[in-house]
Each structure stands twice: as C-alpha cells, then as structure tokens.
Nanobody
Framework: QVQLVESGGTLVQVGGSLRLSCATS????????MAWFRQAPGKEREFVAA???????TSYADSVKGRFNIFRDNAKNTLLQMNSLKSEDTAVYYC???????????????????WGQGTQVTVSS
C-alpha cells in the first residue's frame, strides 16, 4: 500500500524557518517526480516545488524562489526547507508523487497521482 505522510508543519513567526518532510512507503511506489503543493484559505491548491527523483532536477514557483529548497535525504524522504517565511506562506502543505515519466516537471496537481494528507504551516507576526 502506497503512503505519503507529511510532517513538520507548525506555527512560525514571519522571517523564520521550517523544514517539512514527506515520508514514503510501499514497495510498489517508484516515483519519477516528488513535489510540494500548498493550499491557503480561500485559494486553489498551488504548486510550490518539485524534484525529479533520479537526477535531482528541481523547479520552484516564482513566489518561493530563493527562499525554499526541495531536496532528498534518502530514497524515501522528500524535504522542503522554508526560509524567510512570509505571512502569505500560510497554508496546508501537501506532498505529491508522480510515477509517470515526463521531461517537464509538472506544476499542476492533476499531473500527480499520489498525495499525502497535508500539514498545516501558519506564519504570523
């Protein structure tokens, strides 16, 4: 059974840092791309960052470039390091996986076929 489980979300002050983690399980799960999305209150789910599992190629939303970093710590975990946090970063953050091959790192949620339950990140003064 494939599982994606996010952790690390909490309340943090503006300008602070957080590291989110996505743990994967299931012997049948072989991702091509892992990604992070987020959904703020009253907003649609939006792309944050993605990493191609095999070669480490990354892609970031313009709103987080220079502040966030997506990386792997091993074959099972995908991490999102968030720095210089802003109030507009407040959202539920979701881990997503894509098993199909593609040259372009997808930025739409429909292109991912595995999802975690989400972890809440709240950024306040």
């Amino acid at each position: 059974q494939v599982q994606l489980v996010e952790s690390g979300g909490t309340l943090v002050q503006v300008g602070g840092s957080l590291r989110l983690s996505c743990a994967t399980s299931g012997r049948t799960f072989s991702p091509n791309v892992m990604a992070w999305f987020r959904q703020a209150p009253g907003k649609e789910r939006e792309f944050v960052a993605a990493i191609r599992w095999m070669d480490g190629t990354t892609s970031y939303a313009d709103s987080v470039k220079g502040r966030f970093n997506i990386f792997r710590d091993n074959a099972k975990n995908t991490l999102l390091q968030m720095n210089s946090l802003k109030s507009e970063d407040t959202a539920v953050y979701y881990c997503a996986g894509r098993t199909n091959f593609g040259l372009v790192l997808p930025t739409t949620s429909a292109m991912y076929n595995y999802w975690g339950q989400g972890t809440q990140v709240t950024v306040s003064s």
